[in-house]
C-alpha cells in the first residue's frame, strides 16, 4: 500500500469512526458493534485489499494508551471497593476460563498439545470491557456495575497475556506449576512496582510545568514509559500501564492544574475515541484475509467456525457459573455492612464530640480511618450487586480486537494456527454482535436503572455546602487572614469573595462572571479555591460521597477556577 493510499485509507477511517459515533445512538447499537460490521461488508467488497496488521500493532503500541485512558479516569475510591470482584473476575475467571476452552481444544485438536490448547484458551478469555461500558453508560447502568466491568477491562488483559506467555514457553519445555505460578507472581509484582514508579515521576514532573500542552505531551508517552521497561523485565506491561493510570488518576487533581487536567481530558477523549473505535473497524476489516489465510493452507473454514461456536458456548456458560457465587456472596453479607456501618457512625459520632480524643497526636488520623471505613460500609450495604446486576455481568462477556491480536501473536510453527486464529475471531464476533446486541433488550428488561437524579443532587449540593463551609472558616472566616505583605484585604473585597465564591459552587450556577477585579481579588480568591480544592480532597480520600458526585464537584471547581482565571 503507497503512501497515497494510506492516506485516503486513513482519511476515510477517522470518517467512518466519526459517523459510527455519531449515529450509534440513534441505531441503538454500541459503536463497537456498528464498526465491526461495516468493516466486516467492507472487507468482502471485492479488490479490497488484504488487511493483516502486525499483532504487536496492537498489543504494543494500541492497548498501552487505551488501558491508561481508562485507567486515569476510574476513581480509585470504587477500584479499592471493588477489588475483590474485579480481582475474582479478571485474574481467577480469566485463568478458569483458560484451563476450561484448554480441555476442549485438546480434546478437538489431535496435534494440539495441553500446554497449547491453553495458550488459545488465554487468548479467549479476557472479555473486552469496551462494548459493555459504552452501552452501559449510555442506559445509565448504575456506577458500581460500570466500574466492575472498567475494573475488570483493566486488568484481565494483563492476566490473559501473562497465561499466554507462560503456557507458550511450556509447549517448548517440561511444564512446572510451582514455575508458573513464580512467573506469574513475579509478572504481576514488577509490574505493580514500575507502573506505580512511572506514575509519582510522571505527576511530580508535569506540576513543574505550567504549559498545558506541554504537561499534555508528556501524557501521551507515560504509558509507554511503563510499558517497555516492565516487558524488557519480563513483567506485565499492560499491568504497568493500568497502575501508572490509576496513581496518575489519584495524585493528578491534587498535584495537576486545572487547566493541565482540563487539556489533557480534552486531548485523550479525542485519542481514545480514534484508538478505541479503529480497532474494532480494524477487527472486521480482517476477516477476507483470515478465511483465506485458512484456506492456503488445506484447513476448514466451516471447522474453525463450528469450533468457534462451541469455544463461545463454553465460555458463556463458565462466566455465568462464576458471577452467579460472586453476587450470592454479596448479597449474603449485605446485612453484616448495615451493622457495621452503623458500629462505625456510633463509633465516629463517639470520637467527634470527645474532646480529650481530639486533642490526641492521633486524634485526627483515627478519626479519618473511622470515617472512610464507615463510608465503606455504608457504600456496600446501599450498593448491592443483586441478581439483575449479576445477570448484566454474566452477559458482558464480549471479546475484542485484544483477542484478536493475541491469536496473531502465537509462534509461526503452532499447530493449525490459522484455523485457531480464525476460531478467536469467531468468538469475538459472535460474543460483541450477540451479546453487545442483545446487552440493551437485557437491561431493559431486567429494569436496571442508573443513579436517582433527585438523590444525586441532594448528595451534590450537600458536598459543595460542606466546601463552602471549609472555605469560609479556612480563609473568610479568619481573624488572621493577611495579604502577602502582610496588610489585611478591604472589607468590600472579603465581601465580594463570599459573594463570588457561593457563585461558583452553586448547583444552579449557569452564569458567567467577567466584572473586572481590584489588585487584591485574585489573590484572595485563589486562597478560597485552595481551601475547597482542600474539602474536596479530603471528602475524596475519606470516601464519604460516591464517586459520581466527587467527580460533579471536581467539575464545578474547575469551571469556577477557569471562570476566576479568565474574568
Same mark, same amino acid.
Do not use: C
Given at each position: ?47 479490497? &485489499?488484504?488487511?493483516? &496488521? ?92 460500570? !466500574? ?289 446486541? !442483545? ?125 476566576? !482565571?479568565?474574568?
Amino acid at each position: 500500500m503507497g503512501l497515497e493510499q494510506f492516506e485516503i485509507v486513513a482519511v476515510l477511517a477517522v470518517l467512518i469512526i466519526v459517523a459510527a459515533s455519531y449515529f450509534s445512538s440513534r441505531l441503538g447499537l454500541a459503536t463497537p458493534i456498528i464498526l465491526v460490521i461495516v468493516g466486516l461488508a467492507v472487507s468482502l467488497i471485492p479488490g479490497t &485489499p488484504p488487511i493483516a &496488521p502486525p499483532p504487536e500493532l496492537i498489543l504494543a503500541a494500541v492497548l498501552p494508551p487505551l488501558l491508561y485512558s481508562a485507567a486515569v479516569n476510574m476513581p480509585v475510591m470504587d477500584f479499592r471497593r471493588d477489588l475483590k470482584t474485579i480481582g475474582a473476575l479478571s485474574v481467577v475467571l480469566v485463568l478458569v476460563s483458560a484451563f476450561g476452552i484448554g480441555v476442549l481444544l485438546w480434546a478437538i485438536f489431535p496435534k494440539l498439545s495441553f500446554a497449547a490448547a491453553v495458550a488459545v484458551g488465554a487468548v479467549v478469555s479476557p472479555p473486552d470491557a469496551v462494548a459493555a461500558t459504552s452501552i452501559g453508560k449510555r442506559l445509565g447502568l448504575p456506577p458500581r456495575l460500570l !466500574t466492575i466491568l472498567e475494573g475488570e477491562g483493566l486488568v484481565n488483559d494483563a492476566t490473559a497475556l501473562v497465561l499466554l506467555r507462560t503456557a507458550v514457553a511450556a509447549t517448548a519445555g517440561a511444564f512446572s506449576f510451582w514455575q508458573a505460578a513464580g512467573d506469574f507472581f513475579y509478572a504481576v509484582v514488577v509490574a505493580i512496582a514500575v507502573g506505580g514508579v512511572v506514575g509519582v515521576l510522571s505527576v511530580r514532573i508535569r506540576s513543574k510545568i505550567d504549559q498545558p500542552a506541554l504537561t499534555t505531551a508528556i501524557s501521551f508517552v507515560v504509558p509507554f514509559i511503563a510499558f517497555l521497561p516492565a516487558e524488557l523485565a519480563h513483567a506485565s506491561g499492560v499491568l504497568a500501564v493500568v497502575a501508572a493510570g490509576l496513581v496518575t488518576g489519584a495524585s493528578g487533581v491534587r498535584r495537576l492544574s486545572v487547566q493541565d487536567r482540563n487539556a489533557e481530558r480534552t486531548n485523550w477523549l479525542t485519542v481514545q475515541l480514534l484508538l478505541e473505535n479503529g480497532v474494532f473497524l480494524l477487527m472486521g476489516l480482517q476477516l477476507r484475509t483470515l478465511v483465506a489465510d485458512v484456506e492456503n493452507v488445506g484447513l476448514s473454514v466451516w471447522n474453525a467456525v463450528w469450533v468457534g461456536l462451541a469455544v463461545t458456548v463454553l465460555l458463556g456458560i463458565i462466566r455465568v457459573g462464576f458471577v452467579i457465587p460472586v453476587v450470592f456472596t454479596a448479597r449474603r453479607r449485605r446485612p453484616d455492612h448495615e451493622k457495621k456501618a452503623q458500629r462505625f457512625g456510633a463509633a465516629l459520632d463517639h470520637v467527634s464530640t470527645d474532646e480529650r480524643f481530639q486533642q490526641h497526636p492521633r486524634g485526627v488520623r483515627i478519626e479519618r480511618w473511622l470515617q472512610r471505613r464507615h463510608a465503606d460500609a455504608r457504600f456496600y450495604a446501599g450498593n448491592g450487586l443483586g441478581w439483575r446486576g449479576g445477570a448484566v455481568l454474566a452477559w458482558s462477556g464480549m471479546r475484542g480486537v485484544v483477542t484478536l491480536a493475541a491469536a496473531q501473536s502465537l509462534p509461526t510453527d503452532f499447530p493449525y494456527r490459522t484455523q485457531l486464529i480464525l476460531v478467536a475471531f469467531v468468538v469475538a464476533l459472535v460474543t460483541l454482535v450477540g451479546q453487545g446486541g !442483545t446487552l440493551p433488550m437485557l437491561i431493559r428488561v431486567l429494569g436496571i436503572r442508573g443513579t436517582d437524579e433527585e438523590k444525586a443532587h441532594r448528595e451534590l449540593s450537600l458536598l459543595l455546602l460542606e466546601v463552602n463551609e471549609a472555605a469560609v472558616g479556612q480563609v473568610l472566616g479568619n481573624p488572621d487572614l493577611r495579604r502577602r505583605d502582610g496588610e489585611p484585604f478591604a472589607p468590600e473585597v472579603l465581601e465580594r469573595a463570599r459573594q463570588m465564591h457561593a457563585r461558583i459552587t452553586d448547583p444552579q450556577n449557569r452564569e458567567r462572571d467577567a466584572d473586572p477585579v481590584r489588585a487584591q481579588y485574585p489573590e484572595l480568591m485563589q486562597l478560597i479555591l485552595d481551601a475547597q480544592q482542600d474539602a474536596l480532597n479530603e471528602a475524596r480520600s475519606t470516601g464519604s460521597y460516591d464517586s459520581t458526585t466527587i467527580r460533579t464537584a471536581q467539575k464545578r471547581l474547575d469551571q469556577g477556577s477557569v471562570r476566576f !482565571t479568565q474574568a
